[in-house]
């Protein structure tokens, strides 16, 4: 069974840098079938897509956070990676990794962890 | 760049109704690309329909997903106890960007 796990800071200073990882385990990350991506969600609020990561180290980033974020994958470690700069109050929020059918005729996430709330404070 | 609306925003039903739920799309969008998402408190989502009408793995057939162009419906035939949760649709936008609609959350009456 796949499993997804976020891993990092639960608190992060504004203007700093918020880096979280999520660990693939009971499947490999080099699928050529599957992306990997990051999803938040602001307390109370509704989903917001992040970015989307390929083995080979393709992406495809949210317009609105392009600027702020980088999403990595190390396939020696089965992980992938999000960092997101220049942090405000505006990006608290539970980050979540998934597994992305994202493709020719496909775009949904069917594997998720269980979210990594992150709160932006002094 | 797409804007997905849900309708209404929260529905109030009891067991055993049936629930409709609606997705609408700001311009016509390719039907293989919408999915439904389940979310209960404090929990993950979970992918209930991708491509329109097709049921993940393990959902119920009480689920079903149908509509075109701009157009969506998530019908839950006999709402369960554990059904009263938040939807979610998704569309794949321009640039392959991920979009969510902003959730209707069906509540017990």
């Known amino acids: 069974q796949l499993q997804l796990q976020e891993s990092g800071p639960g608190l992060v200073k504004p203007s700093e840098t918020l880096s979280l990882t999520c660990t693939v385990s009971?499947?490999?990350?080099?699928?050529?079938?599957?992306?990997w991506g990051w999803i938040r969600q602001s307390p109370g609020k509704g989903l917001e897509w992040i970015g989307n990561?390929?083995?080979?180290?393709?992406?495809y980033y949210n317009p609105s956070l392009k600027s702020r974020v980088t999403i990595s994958v190390d396939t020696s470690q089965n992980q992938f990676s999000l960092e997101l700069r220049s942090v405000t109050a505006a990006d608290t929020a539970v980050y979540y990794c998934?597994?992305?059918?994202?493709?020719?005729?496909?775009?949904?996430?069917?594997?998720w962890g269980q979210g990594n709330l992150v709160t932006v404070s002094s | 760049e797409i804007v997905l609306t849900q309708s209404p925003g929260t529905l109030s039903l009891s067991p055993g109704e049936r629930a409709t739920l609606s997705c609408r799309a700001s311009?016509?969008?390719?039907?293989?690309?919408l999915a439904w998402y389940q979310q209960k408190p404090d929990q993950a989502p979970r992918l209930l329909i991708y491509?329109?009408?097709s049921r993940a793995t393990g959902i119920p057939d009480r689920f079903s997903g149908s509509g075109s162009g701009t157009d969506f419906t998530l019908t839950i035939s006999r709402l369960e106890p554990e059904d009263f949760a938040v939807y979610y649709c998704?569309?794949?936008?321009?640039?392959?960007?991920?979009?969510f609609g902003p959730g209707t959350k069906v509540e017990i009456k």
């Open positions: 998934a597994r992305a059918s994202f493709g020719v005729v496909t775009a949904y996430f069917d594997y």
């Open positions: 009971g499947g490999s990350i080099s699928t050529d079938t599957y992306y």
């Open positions: 990561v390929f083995h080979g180290g393709s992406t």
């Open positions: 311009q016509s969008v390719d039907s293989s690309y």
């Open positions: 491509g329109t009408s």
């Open positions: 998704q569309q794949l936008g321009s640039s392959m960007g991920i979009i």
